[in-house]
């Protein structure tokens, strides 16, 4: 434990009596909901669905968050609540000095890929402010320029700056006042929006064809197709925000009565809920024609591609919708950024010792700096997603559960003591087995796909 002594003997790293804490388990849940659902949530899980796979890559999908994401959901809260430290020192706190370079992986990796996610951000609001301006594209040429508007010029520098300056100042006020405040308003915002949509969506008249034709087809083949396999899983864990140390970050604020596992499950079950819910909104409007159409932008370019369309068809019912719909992912886009930022914010703030505010707005700059490539060249933001956002957090990812796998399983099991014997056996044997074995065969698959994008084994 001599990792733990370091830690706890480090000047800068403050008590665990002066941490701040949630106010509420339901602060907490609404928060840890907000990092889970973002635009991955809203859009990646039905891009991936259009792509191909059906009810196969569904049943995947459902699988992995069950057998991977439910798991490092919880390793990652109980690491973050056990040690009452930032992800750095947690890491060390359990597992030694040799396990610091995961320490600042997970800040490192927030940082990095908060600093193309804020562009995507941006786009949004645009996109949003755009529609309640009236300048609604309504044929495919009008949709590629209204994308190539959001994505060039100075108001996509104005909108990244604005999105970063109030995701450092929701940050900035603290846990409670700024991270609570905003998830409790929003969450429920989105929810309810959401399930307006769903009914609205649900209703036209070639929704159950188009229902069919997506989510129903079968094919024996697609169960062992390598590039479905990989997209299921990949997205059941970039969808609850695993790998960055957001969870970490706020797990540390939990309190030790906090029923760890029952909100583990309610947060896993909200983030399944609204990527289900999207593809429900989503898919009637959706022609598969202008998918995957944005070669260089990938499923980035095809969100304001496919949607604007989608909603364009509908004719006068088609703008508030659409605004509706860029509202909640605006929503969604700024609670996952707050996440983001909350995780080297905190590693900061217990190295160096400094107040929260200072340390929000210093290191906010530092991510403008980072995001300025994705910001200026968009094949740079989706290099920026492929590595940070893939390469890395599954590598975090990996390592995490080696670390409460094999070497904290005793702290593991502290914090999961509710869990009925038979459970904490599975999350065990998952944290040991299953979650490296699938995260290091999705991992090289995608490092293959990086180095040589068309690969017959990858299905592209």
């Not at 990646?44 to 490092?72: C, D, E, K, Q, S």
């Not at 598969?288 to 006068?316: D, E, H, K, M, Y």
């Not at 056996?425 to 699938?438: H, I, N, Y």
Request: with cysteine; proline share 5%; hydrophobic share 55%.
């Amino acid at each position: 434990m001599a990792g733990l002594e370091n830690a706890n003997s480090a000047p800068s790293a403050p008590s665990a009596s002066a941490r701040q804490g949630w106010s509420s388990s339901l602060g907490f849940v609404l928060a840890a909901a907000g990092s889970a659902i973002g635009l991955g949530n809203l859009w990646g899980l039905t891009y991936r669905v259009a792509l191909g796979g059906g009810m196969a890559f569904l049943v995947l999908y459902l699988v992995a968050v069950v057998v991977l994401g439910f798991p490092l959901l919880l390793a990652e809260l109980a690491l973050g609540r056990h040690t009452r430290r930032s992800p750095l020192l947690a890491t060390v706190a359990v597992g030694g000095a040799s396990w610091r370079p995961l320490g600042w992986l997970f800040p490192l990796g927030s940082a990095l890929i908060l600093g193309y996610y804020a562009v995507i951000a941006g786009w949004v609001a645009q996109a949003l402010l755009a529609v309640l301006q009236g300048r609604l594209p309504t044929d495919q040429a009008g949709a590629d320029a209204f994308f190539l508007k959001l994505s060039q010029g100075w108001a996509e520098g104005v909108a990244y700056g604005l999105v970063l300056a109030l995701t450092v100042a929701v940050v900035a006020t603290g846990v409670q006042q700024g991270i609570e405040r905003l998830s409790r308003w929003s969450m429920p915002a989105l929810l309810v929006l959401l399930t307006g949509l769903v009914i609205w969506s649900a209703s036209l008249a070639d929704a159950p064809a188009r229902y069919e034709e997506a989510l129903l087809q079968w094919r024996w083949s697609d169960w062992l197709n390598p590039r479905i396999l990989r997209q299921a899983f990949s997205q059941a864990f970039f969808s609850l925000g695993l790998g960055s140390g957001a969870m970490v970050a706020y797990g540390s604020h939990l309190g030790q009565r906090e029923p760890l596992p029952r909100q583990a499950a309610i947060v896993t079950a909200l983030d399944t809920g609204v990527g289900l819910m999207a593809v429900l909104i989503i898919v009637p409007l959706m022609s598969a024609v202008v998918v995957g159409r944005q070669g260089g932008a990938g499923a980035v370019g095809s969100l304001f591609v496919a949607i604007p369309l989608g909603f364009a068809s509908l004719g006068n019912a088609g703008p508030p919708l659409m605004a509706a719909f860029f509202f909640l992912a605006s929503l969604a886009a700024v609670t996952s950024a707050v996440a983001l930022l909350e995780a080297p914010v905190a590693v900061v703030m217990d190295r160096l010792g400094w107040g929260r505010a200072r340390t929000a707005w210093s290191t906010g700059a530092v991510v403008a700096l980072l995001g300025l490539p994705a910001l200026l060249r968009t094949d740079l933001l989706m290099a920026s997603h492929d590595l940070f956002g893939g390469v890395v957090l599954m590598a975090s990812g990996l390592l995490l559960s080696l670390l409460m796998g094999w070497v904290a399983p005793r702290q593991l099991t502290e914090e999961l003591s509710q869990l009925p014997a038979p459970l904490l056996r599975g999350v065990l044997l998952s944290l040991r087995w299953a979650a490296p074995l699938l995260l290091g065969g999705v991992l090289a698959l995608s490092c293959m796909e990086m180095i040589q994008p068309g690969i017959p084994l990858l299905g592209m």
